[in-house]
């Protein structure tokens, strides 16, 4: 017995005894620790990243076990460990060198998809303030206000309006509005200057406990610079009497601190018969400091306006008849203006190599004034049905997350977590939906009042890694309180409610190899619905919550190629839809749907690179009988994809194309909605010292095509009855812009 039992023990310690860790510092070769590394276990699956200091530290290690180290614009290093190196500290000098897919290790991370894409957008960087989202595999997105607006976006087989279904923010600032004058998430990204873009965060899915509001189909994060390298200078003109001015200049450059300033001027008529007069200005200033050592914290001040006439969506018939052209208006007064301006801190603090900190606050102010027009003279035939949304925000926020990893006595097994706190206020003003004519006339008020709207929230997020399998469990609470004035009631009197909800997730990964991933994932999100609903008293859920389920694998059949794919599904207990002449969201019940994504990323040698992305999703309501359950607008069948040349000599530039199925517009799939394909197309070639001449070419083959589409039951002017058809936006005819810029 007394053998058996010092077996036992002797097996329970032998992991103490024998197994061994290394540690140490990442610098480039100017010595400057980098955050952020890979250090990768080839032989046990383990694996780190480097901290602000670029400390790293990873248990389990044997002699011979042989370490890969890989960072994005790197030279991917391998160290195979001798005796000499067990529990000891080796630092790791990586080279610089052209992003590369073969830079990107498959590790066990919960979205491991991202490090690949952002391959694509460090290789082919973005040109416009339409291409941020695009860069999402599997989310298109259309604009119905020739700017001026919020994109409309479609994911995973949703119509999610301007942001109804995914949440968007960046460096921590959050995109979304709630409860907003034209719709619930209402999600403009127009204040981000896109060349300040430095790598994206996105996943699609409600799995992750660190993304509260808004998360059903996905979330998306866009991290810009910190920092850059060159000033530039960039011009481009193009048709349609279209300007734009980007500037970035560096204002300081110290060995620990840095500061910038970036601006964008954007001018355009548009393509439309009725000049769109558009403008948009854009600032942003940032300080940036890193000691390098243990702390990390930068500062930002943003300013962003826009003004715009628009010709809005037109119906089928009226070009039909000859009454309007594709690019003609029925009331070109349509249009509006908006504003934002942001001060927002990101900190960071190590408190030891297995301890930080990580906190954020922001201060928004926020503007917004539109006038539409969806029905013409549906109800009012005289003067018209044109309608003005307006609002006046303050928005208020912050989180601290605390991170911890454990040095266990036993090296086989890795854990982690992060614990969260945090929360976001909006005080909305003066929210106003009114009857004009002209953008002149208020006709009517139909709805006035003031929001406030508090998000209080804790999270936990757990990581579990053991030998190939890693397990994050995570559980999210959101506190809600709505307050709303309704200032056209007969007596003051502040309606509200409350509502709490828990969102459970589970996430698990299995990594067979470096080049070899499976996963899994469930957990469940929600949308909030408007405060204007929530306070009404209507019966209707204050905050729906989703359920969804993901099978899937990323797979590296060969050093440069990455083939990626799903099997997925999602069920809401609420969606909803905007009636924009009411000021309401109407609910609209229960929904399933489930698809498949699929796509690859080619590396085809150190110039050339291709990928492509194709979604397949079915979206059905749950609560209607067959035949009359068809989800409006949401897309069925969507592909993106591209081809990119990078440095072929002097020459570098990109082809890509975007495809939509047709789909259906209504409940019982009787009007439909045509799909498209489109395809641009941008050349840069570099001259002299630093200079670069470019062509950006949008729609290339010239198709016609119809952006945004909606069936719409509207009444024309000399007409008696309503007629519900297809109401459109037309896409963009073949628009080429010159671009010449210089960096010093």
Not at 130 to 141: A, M, S, T
Not at 460 to 486: H, Q
């Amino acid at each position: 017995m007394k053998q058996i039992l010092f077996c036992l023990v002797f097996m329970a310690l032998s992991g103490n005894i024998f197994a061994h860790e290394i540690n140490g510092r990442i610098t480039d070769e100017k010595k400057t620790p980098i955050e952020g590394v890979n250090v990768y276990n080839q032989n046990t699956g383990g694996f780190t990243d480097s901290n602000v200091a670029g400390y790293y530290e990873l248990d389990d290690i044997s002699v011979g076990d042989v370490l890969i180290i890989s960072g994005l614009g790197y030279e991917k290093q391998k160290i195979t460990i001798t005796e000499d190196q067990l529990d000891a500290t080796v630092n790791i000098i990586l080279v610089e060198s052209s992003v590369s897919l073969d830079q990107v290790v498959l590790v066990s991370k919960v979205n491991a998809l991202t490090e690949y894409v952002n391959v694509d957008i460090k290789t082919n960087p973005i040109k416009s303030a339409q291409e941020i989202l695009r860069k999402v595999p599997g989310l298109i997105i259309g604009q119905h206000a020739g700017g001026g607006k919020a994109e409309q976006i479609f994911l995973r087989g949703f119509d999610i309006d301007h942001g109804t279904d995914i949440t968007i923010s960046t460096d921590g600032l959050p995109v979304n509005m709630v409860s907003h004058a034209h719709g619930q998430g209402y999600a403009d990204m127009h204040f981000i200057i896109p060349e300040t873009i430095d790598n994206i965060d996105f996943a699609k899915g409600p799995y992750y406990a660190n993304v509260g509001n808004f998360n059903t189909a996905g979330y998306v994060e866009l991290n810009t610079k910190k920092k850059i390298d060159d000033n530039l200078v960039k011009l481009e003109v193009g048709q349609f009497n279209t300007i734009r001015n980007v500037n970035m200049f560096k204002i300081s450059d110290t060995e620990n601190s840095n500061t910038f300033i970036a601006s964008e001027l954007v001018l355009t008529d548009g393509v439309f018969n009725s000049p769109q007069n558009f403008n948009r200005f854009n600032i942003l200033g940032r300080y940036n400091f890193n000691n390098y050592e243990d702390e990390e914290l930068t500062l930002s001040i943003s300013h962003f306006q826009s003004r715009w006439d628009a010709s809005g969506q037109i119906p089928t018939r009226a070009v039909e008849q000859g009454i309007i052209g594709r690019f003609g208006a029925i009331d070109d007064t349509e249009g509006g203006n908006t504003s934002r301006s942001n001060i927002w801190v990101n900190h960071k603090k190590q408190l030891d190599e297995h301890q930080s900190i990580k906190s954020k606050a922001f201060l928004s102010r926020y503007g917004f004034e539109l006038y539409s027009n969806f029905t013409f003279f549906l109800e009012d035939p005289v003067n018209g049905d044109q309608i003005k949304q307006k609002e006046n925000r303050l928005i208020a926020g912050a989180e601290s997350v605390y991170s911890r990893d454990f040095h266990l006595d036993n090296h086989d097994m890795q854990f982690d977590f992060d614990a969260g706190l945090g929360f976001r206020y909006d005080d909305n003003n003066d929210v106003e939906l009114s009857k004009t004519r002209n953008r002149r006339e208020t006709l009517e008020r139909i709805a006035f009042g003031d929001i406030d709207e508090l998000n209080g929230y804790a999270f936990l997020s757990a990581n579990l890694k053991t030998k190939k399998w890693k397990f994050n469990p995570g559980l999210r609470l959101d506190y809600f309180k709505f307050n709303y004035v309704d200032f056209l009631a007969d007596s003051f009197e502040t309606l509200s409610e409350n509502d709490v909800i828990i969102s459970p997730k589970f996430n698990t990964i299995f990594t067979a190899s470096e080049n070899l991933q499976l996963f899994g994932k469930l957990g469940y999100g929600f949308h909030s619905n408007d405060a204007r609903v929530v306070t009404a008293n209507t019966g209707e859920q204050t905050l729906p919550s989703a359920f969804g389920a993901d099978l899937g694998t990323i797979w590296k059949p060969a050093n440069r190629l990455v083939v990626n794919a799903a099997l997925w599904s999602l069920f809401l207990e609420q969606e909803f839809v905007y009636v924009g002449d009411a000021g309401i969201v109407e609910p609209s019940g229960k929904t399933k749907r489930y698809g498949v994504d699929f796509g690859f990323r080619y590396q085809i040698n150190d110039w050339l690179f291709i990928n492509s992305d194709i979604n397949y999703t079915i979206a059905r309501s749950t609560e209607e009988p067959n035949g009359q359950d068809f989800i409006p607008l949401a897309p069925d069948l969507t592909s993106v994809g591209g081809i990119t040349v990078r440095d072929l000599g002097k020459f570098s530039g990109s082809l890509n194309y975007r495809y939509v199925d047709d789909r259906p517009a209504n409940e019982d799939d009787s009007i439909v909605a045509e799909g498209y394909l489109v395809t641009d197309l941008n050349l840069n070639y570099n001259f002299a010292k630093n200079w670069s001449f470019g062509l950006i070419v949008e729609n290339l083959f010239d198709v016609e095509w119809n952006e945004t589409q909606f069936a719409t039951e509207t009444r024309l002017f000399n007409e008696t009855d309503p007629v519900e058809e297809i109401t459109f936006t037309p896409g963009t005819p073949f628009f080429m812009r010159a671009m010449l810029s210089v960096r010093f």
